[in-house]
Nanobody, 116 residues
Framework: VQFVESGGGLVQPGGSLRLSCAAS????????MSWYRQTPGKERELVAT????????NYVDSVKGRFTVSRNNPANMVYLQMNSLKPEDTAVYYC??????????WGQGTQVTVSP
């Protein structure tokens, strides 16, 4: 099982980024997928979840209306479009299949920094 996140970077407040996650080692289309984020000294926070076939989408309240999660099952990819970024969105972002979370196969994450 492997997750490889990419697309992070430095962006000004109000800007946009699109994160990508390549998943492998399991039957991707059978699993819900989630994006999490973590800042130093804090617990990893669930940001968004998308169902195995693209429905059942949920977001943490702080990103509703600004972030959009999507997936491409044939490509084993999940995405997070982030618009109207705020400094408080600064974090390392990870993707994970929630059902596989306890196995510990976290990727390296991708750093998002929102700063003037």
């Amino acid at each position: 099982v492997q997750f490889v996140e990419s697309g992070g970077g430095l962006v000004q407040p109000g800007g946009s980024l699109r994160l990508s996650c390549a998943a492998s080692g399991f039957t991707f289309g059978n699993y819900d997928m989630s994006w999490y984020r973590q800042t130093p000294g804090k617990e990893r926070e669930l940001v968004a979840t998308i169902g195995s076939v693209g429905g059942n989408i949920n977001y943490v309240d702080s990103v509703k209306g600004r972030f959009t999660v999507s997936r491409n099952n044939p490509a084993n990819m999940v995405y997070l479009q982030m618009n109207s970024l705020k400094p408080e969105d600064t974090a390392v972002y990870y993707c994970m299949a929630p059902a596989l979370r306890d196995l510990g196969y976290w990727g390296q994450g991708t750093q998002v920094t929102v700063s003037p």
